[in-house]
């Protein structure tokens, strides 16, 4: 089987680390065994003809396995669509990487922003919320959608002077400069009607200590500053003599706000943000959120992201498996489905087909399914040692999903 399909990633965890799970799903099945033998077969073959060798497992290693690659990371934070390229199908993956249009769902917080755009990172800034209403909010779903100039965040993997800036970041060091914006495109932008609201499950950051927050608004100072830019259709439509937005700076917390916030503590909760953008590839959904924000005269992080739609895959449209597609039905059944995607695309309904497919295959004759815990069913260890290593890396390196 060879071509391109897509599947949900769960929040959590990290893109390479999810697909070494699908990967290991579908090489373990019958359904890949022959072609996998095979590849193995004329790879023991040709290294015995070069080498007048045995090839070794490690050797082996790359083709004892179905070849796989995704189209476009998802951090750990964020789940939805991840498009899968198997065999011949990952040379189709440079399509996805960019040039592709995308579509997120994402809900945010109000009165913090953070080193990363989102509730893992530390905390830059506290600022008032009490002077949000939902009028002024809904502007930003013109402000912000056309041609777009957009500050990358500083855990992006992009680099600054040959070093990347998330590495700056790792070792405590101010950048040399200011991050150079970049050119995006927000097709459409739509605030949510549940925004402001306070009726949620998500908790407000807080600084552990003053001296905490001190030491990385002294490290990053230079994204507090980031220039705050509209759209240059909104510009243009209004007679603008700049795309760069002439905003305030931001309210500070006040002292009955910081009060209210220590009062409650953990069931303080802040006002939401919550929206759905249709955006091009390059555009960074934390920075929108944090521009979003600022162009409230406040600050604002992400707390969830849903990649909605790449391309002709999308949640909506049902034709993007889940992994326990894979790991919980009968292989007859899924490999029916997968096959068909692979050879027709989008089009196919994959919740419908996975439903025909299980009442076509007579209950005696389906394959047991080997429970997760079974011996053999765990991936290797060196497959494991990957992905703890990819975790690893991920934890330092902090990469922010550019979609």
């Known amino acids: 089987m060879n071509g391109i399909f897509a599947i949900e990633k769960p929040s959590g965890i990290t893109s390479n680390q999810f697909m070494l ?3 290991h799903a ?3 099945s019958q359904v890949f065994s022959k072609e ?3 590849a193995t077969a004329e790879r ?3 290294y015995e003809k070069q080498t007048g060798k045995k090839a070794s497992k490690r050797k082996l290693r790359k083709v004892s396995k179905v070849k796989m690659g995704h189209g476009g990371t998802l951090d750990p934070l964020a789940s939805g669509v991840l498009v899968i390229g198997i065999g011949a199908g990952t040379k189709k993956l440079a399509n996805y990487l960019s040039g592709t249009v995308k579509v997120y ?3 945010a917080l109000f009165g913090v922003s953070t080193t990363s755009g989102d509730v893992e ?19 930003v779903e013109e402000k912000f959608v056309g041609q777009l100039k957009q500050t990358p965040p500083i855990y992006a993997a992009l680099k600054m002077d040959g070093k990347p800036l998330h590495e700056y970041a790792r070792e405590g060091k101010p950048l040399p400069r200011a991050i150079e914006p970049r050119q995006v495109t927000i097709y459409d932008l739509k605030v949510f009607s549940d925004s402001l609201k306070r009726d949620h499950d998500y908790p407000l950051l807080r600084p552990t200590t003053e001296e905490a927050v001190d030491t990385v608004k002294n490290l990053n100072a230079n994204m507090l500053n980031d220039v705050l830019y509209f759209s240059k259709e909104y510009t243009e439509k209004h007679g603008l003599d700049s795309e760069v937005a002439k905003v305030e700076e931001p309210f500070p917390l006040s002292e009955q706000e910081e009060q209210e916030i220590q009062k409650e503590g953990d069931s303080y909760r802040a006002p939401k943000l919550h929206f759905k953008a249709n955006v091009s590839s390059g555009t960074y959904i934390r920075s929108l959120v944090s521009d ?3 162009s409230m005269r406040s600050s604002c992080y992400m707390v969830k992201l849903i990649r909605l739609q790449q391309q002709d895959w999308s949640l909506e449209k049902n034709n993007v498996f889940q992994l326990t597609d894979f790991t919980e039905r009968d292989e007859k059944v899924w490999s029916k489905v997968l096959e068909k995607v692979l050879d027709e695309g989008a089009t196919v309904d994959v919740i419908e087909e996975l439903k025909k497919a299980e009442k076509e295959i007579p209950a005696d004759v389906k394959e047991c399914i080997v429970s997760s815990d079974q011996p053999g069913d765990e991936a290797t260890a060196e497959t494991i040692e990957t992905a703890n290593a990819e975790e690893h890396s991920n934890t330092l390196k902090r990469k922010i999903e550019q979609v």
Do not use: A, M, P, W
Request: glycine share 6%; net charge positive.
């Open 21 to 23: 799970k699908l990967q």
């Open 26 to 28: 579908l090489t373990k």
């Open 36 to 38: 996998i033998q095979r």
């Open 44 to 46: 023991k073959q040709q």
């Open 105 to 107: 769902e994402s809900e």
């Open 121 to 139: 990172g530390e905390i830059l800034s506290q600022n008032s919320v009490k002077h949000l209403n939902f009028d002024d909010l809904k502007t």
């Open 292 to 294: 979003i924000g600022k």
